[in-house]
């Protein structure tokens, strides 16, 4: 049974750490379906030796599970370019090795590091250190950005907030998140009512809400016109109704 392990991080540009373990038996077989969240990972495979970076996705990116050991760290939102060097733009809906951004001799250091570490959180905290030292720049402007496209504010109004024209506004977004301002919109809409519609069926008792209600509180709550809404805009950004998602 593959295992996965979340540890929260306070880092101002990393979101977390993580790791997913799958058994060799399980390889292939197993499917993650990797939805968009505005974030971009570096990842670590101890087995095949092998870093590489997610970039933040438009779209569902089904991924077959390797075998072993699978190390990670996420950045905050609008924050990747402080840890890979480039805009966040550059890897959009892509899967690059860290050599194709970093310089080779650098990978292969921190590659050599990782191999030397004898378990799973130690490997996680080398891989974030050396991301966290990466010594890039992320826009000081991406958090407001955020706060402001997470209140549904329209992009003529985020450009005056900001002091930006309408032009800089999506270059710096692209820049930072890797998305324009509409994508980033629905981007994070979308992934707030999954984080809702989870607590929800968690919280849930059997003679509770029905789902369907359930996930009109949902539509509601995230800021769509309606669950219909909801529903059109999940199978375009996940591939799969919110219910097969979860």
Do not use: I
Not at 6 to 13: I, Q
Not at 49 to 72: E, I, K, M, N, Y
Not at 106 to 128: G, H, K
């Amino acid at each position: 049974m593959t295992a996965y392990v979340e540890r929260r991080s306070a880092h101002e540009v990393l979101a977390c750490t993580w790791s997913r373990t799958t058994p060799a038996e399980a390889a292939g077989a197993s499917v993650v379906n990797v939805v968009p969240d505005a974030c971009a990972d570096v990842m670590w495979h101890r087995e095949s030796g092998r870093l590489f970076v997610a970039g933040p996705d438009t779209r569902a990116h089904p991924t077959a599970l390797s075998g072993g050991s699978l190390v990670g760290v996420r950045f905050r939102p609008g924050r990747a370019p402080a840890g890979l060097g480039v805009p966040a733009s550059a890897v959009r809906d892509a899967r690059v090795d860290l050599d194709e951004l970093w310089p080779a001799w650098r990978v292969r250091r921190l590659a050599d590091e990782l191999a030397a570490v004898p378990s799973t959180p130690a490997a996680e905290q080398v891989l974030a250190a050396a991301v966290a030292a990466a010594g890039g720049q992320w826009d000081p402007a991406a958090p407001r950005l955020l706060e402001l496209v997470s209140r549904g504010e329209r992009v003529a109004t985020v450009a005056d907030a900001l002091g930006w024209s309408e032009r800089q506004l999506h270059r710096r977004s692209l820049a930072a998140f890797g998305y324009g301002l509409k994508v980033l919109h629905r981007v994070v809409r979308f992934d707030r009512a999954v984080r809702l519609a989870r607590r929800a069926r968690t919280a849930s008792r059997p003679n509770g809400p029905d789902r369907g209600a359930g996930l009109a509180s949902v539509a509601y709550e995230a800021g769509y016109a309606d669950q219909a809404h909801l529903a059109r805009e999940v199978r375009t950004l996940a591939g799969v109704p919110m219910t097969a998602l979860l």
